[in-house]
């Protein structure tokens, strides 16, 4: 497949390398563009940046994606799914409609819960007992499209940073499998419930093999299935 891949942080990493290692032809690397960065405020790469460079796949770094010709330029790479993994920008319509498969989303939660930004550490904050990684295909909301596959990890006494690293890996992981079933044209996908994006009432996130919890409660299930029980043949 031809992907366009776009990610930032060390997080979007590991998916990168997946992509790659499944055999996929990634025309591009799109990220952040390099920022002042330690005493001297030089400017420093994104992870994703220097890691597309040692692969040897173009880089672009746009402030911006809102202008006709960064719209033109993406849509000229004719690729057939864009991956998405802590990008940091929003990706307007033309965007998400240039690739012929649309664009997919790695998001370091168990989406609904925790849209947006920072999903780690407000898990953590919250006190979660678990969270996760949800692949979901991308619409103009935030984080609001339709969810391909969810798997959970339970958070035990993880830092944010030991608990990135393992969602990073688990994203990478489940891509290889949501990439080949892309090619072949069959996806299993369910809509997130707006009400449970919201923060009040939400129960906490409850790891497999504790007391059972209400049957709002999503860490007992979504372990490498599509969120849906029917899939398309």
């Known amino acids: 497949m031809r992907i366009i891949f776009m990610g930032s942080p060390d997080f979007a990493v590991p998916t990168l390398d997946a992509l790659v290692d499944a055999g996929h032809d990634v025309v591009a690397a799109y990220t952040q563009p390099p920022r002042p960065a330690g005493r001297g405020k030089a400017e420093r790469p994104t992870a994703v940046q220097e890691r597309a460079g040692e692969l040897g796949i173009e880089v672009r770094s746009p402030k911006s994606l809102k202008g006709e010709a960064e719209q033109h ?46 999903p780690v550490q407000r898990a953590i904050m919250a006190g979660d007992d678990c969270t996760g990684v949800t692949i979901m295909q991308m619409e103009a909301g935030l984080d609001t499209g339709p969810m391909l596959l969810k798997r959970a990890v339970e958070i035990e006494d993880k830092n944010a940073a030991q608990l990135t690293e393992e969602l990073a890996k688990l994203g990478a992981a489940m891509m290889r499998p949501r990439s080949a079933r892309k090619r072949r044209g069959s996806t299993g996908r369910g809509p997130q419930p707006s009400w449970r994006a919201k923060s009040r009432g939400w129960p906490r996130f409850r790891a497999p093999g504790s007391r059972p919890m209400a049957s709002g409660s999503s860490c007992w299930r979504q372990m490498w299935r599509p969120v849906t029980a029917h899939r398309a043949r």
């Open 73 to 118: 330029a993406f849509a000229e790479l004719e690729a057939d799914v864009a991956v998405v993994a802590a990008y940091g920008l929003i990706l307007p319509q033309p965007i998400l409609d240039a690739p012929m498969l649309g664009c997919l989303n790695v998001h370091g939660s168990l989406l609904p819960r925790w849209r947006g930004a920072a």
